[in-house]
Nanobody
């Protein structure tokens, strides 16, 4: 059992920015590809971005150029920097191991709401 704690969500106007954080034990980032997911009401969960232990990133086309994923090993924190936010980015955002993308168990995440 590992703890993944998301924070940083909130309400922002279109075009604004938010920075989400995910805190986890050090070994999680060292040995696993990590990812940010999001899910809007009545929508399927989607993969937003991922990062390998070596720092290789993969960004979904829908957010490429606007979102940046990174890991600060010293702070045991994974960050999702979200710029130029759009209303369609509104969702609950979760961090998790990429390998757990098909898990049926998810935490509360952090709510991001982008107004028009």
């Amino acid at each position: 059992q590992v703890q993944l704690v998301e924070s940083g969500g909130g309400l922002v106007q279109a075009g604004g920015s938010l920075r989400l954080s995910c805190v986890a034990p050090t070994f999680i980032f060292k040995f696993n590809t990590m990812a940010w997911f999001r899910q809007a009401p009545e929508k399927e969960r989607e993969l937003v971005a991922s990062i390998t232990p070596g720092g290789v990133t993969d960004i979904a086309d829908s957010v490429k150029g606007r979102f940046t994923i990174s890991v600060n090993n010293a702070k045991n924190t994974m960050t999702l920097q979200m710029d130029s936010l759009k209303p369609e980015d509104t969702a609950v955002y979760h961090c998790n191991l990429l390998a757990r993308r098909f898990s049926t168990t998810w935490g509360q995440g952090t709510q991001v709401t982008v107004s028009t």
